[in-house]
């Protein structure tokens, strides 16, 4: 296979193709099984007007719902169909060089890369720190993840900052934000000219197939990531999904869920260090609702797992890990214990 074919395949490369039908799955991180019932109610009750085409009212008010939530203004939201599509949009900003903060989720780079944009690597080395990425100072656009898919890392924002330049605009892609109890290095609330905010609902909320996220950023950079955008973009249900999830119901519910996952992950890491002796090392602190693990001289891991019906997500598509790395989600108790009796029949 040509190394740009292998670029191109390991960039598109997700989770969910490493969890097929029937394996316990470790390797998407979106939690639990189906969207709240709740949640799917108001879905259900928006199905009757899905013949008319979503209103720019409709938009305004999801948009001024987004803004409460965060301290925006309406005019600072983008409305997203899946955060997926805020990095396909990055494009029309015509950066002369993208660096992306690697490893990190692929997705923006394949986005870049597929619109022409040239794009460089800025690969952190173990453990982590944004305070150790090499950005190079003509970079005009700056990708990076807060936290970070697959490293769990979460950057003190006082390290964003650090990358501002006059003439760069930093994207933070904080889709596993939700996830941090008091989201103290969040920087969504805070307005800055030349700084996006990507979030998305997907994981928390289970609702991956309906696709739902948002930008927040300047009235200005907002309108240029627009400019070639189709009409109605996000869709009826779209819409009402994420007015439904900015409540404060919904924001109560989140902090449960957050809690859960915060509970879930320290059980998950206190298990795993009884692999250490066995080489099996965490990368921590783990601030979201994954953990990467590296597993030295075991490239085998990931194979001798699904045979024994356990995904966890393959890392050595990701700039800067190969296959002595595993990233596996935090789970609930009982799935947790039968991913580590089966880590323990491995090693
Ligand atoms: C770090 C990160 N950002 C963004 C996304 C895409 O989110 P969405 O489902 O909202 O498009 C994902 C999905 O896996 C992700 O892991």
């Not at 690697?102 to 619109?115: D, K, M």
């Not at 609902?201 to 950023?217: D, E, P, Q, V």
Request: proline share 7%; with cysteine.
């Amino acid at each position: 296979m040509s190394a740009d074919r292998q670029l191109w395949d390991s960039l598109r490369h997700h989770g969910d193709v490493d969890a097929s039908d029937g394996l316990l799955d470790f390797a998407v991180n979106v939690h639990g099984t189906a969207p709240p019932d709740w949640l799917q109610r108001r879905l259900a009750s928006r199905l009757s007007d899905l013949a008319r085409y979503p209103t720019a009212a409709e938009d305004l008010a999801v948009r001024e719902s987004v803004a409460r939530r965060h301290g925006r203004n309406p005019d600072e939201v983008l409305l997203l169909s899946g955060a997926a599509e805020g990095f396909s949009l990055l494009a029309h900003l015509s950066p002369r060089c993208a660096a992306v903060v690697h490893p990190s989720f692929t997705e923006p780079e394949f986005a870049l890369r597929q619109a022409g944009i040239a794009v460089q690597q800025v690969v952190v080395p173990p453990p982590f720190r944004l305070a150790d990425a090499t950005v190079p100072d003509h970079a005009d656009l700056v990708v990076l993840g807060n936290p970070t898919n697959p490293t769990s890392v979460l950057h003190p924002r006082a390290d964003i900052h650090a990358l501002r330049r006059p003439g760069r605009v930093i994207v933070v892609d904080e889709a596993f934000s939700d996830v941090v109890p008091g989201e103290p290095e969040t920087l969504a609330g805070i307005s800055l000219p030349d700084v996006l905010v990507l979030r998305s609902l997907t994981k928390t909320w289970a609702i991956a197939g309906l696709r739902c996220g948002y930008l927040l950023g300047s009235p200005a950079l907002l309108a240029e990531l627009t400019r070639r955008r189709p009409h109605w973009p996000v869709g009826t249900l779209q819409l009402e999904a994420i007015r439904a999830c900015c409540t404060p119901e919904a924001l109560a519910a989140a902090e449960v869920i957050m809690q859960r996952i915060g509970e879930d992950r320290k059980y998950l890491i206190a298990a795993l260090r009884q692999f250490e002796s066995q080489g099996v090392g965490i990368v921590e602190p783990a601030d979201a609702s994954f953990l990467l693990l590296h597993v030295s001289g075991r490239p085998d891991l990931r194979h001798r797992l699904k045979e024994r019906g356990i995904a966890v997500r393959r890392c050595d598509t990701f700039p800067g890990l190969s296959d002595d790395y595993v990233r596996v989600a935090v789970r609930e108790r009982e799935a947790a214990d039968a991913l580590l009796a089966a880590i323990r029949e491995v090693l």
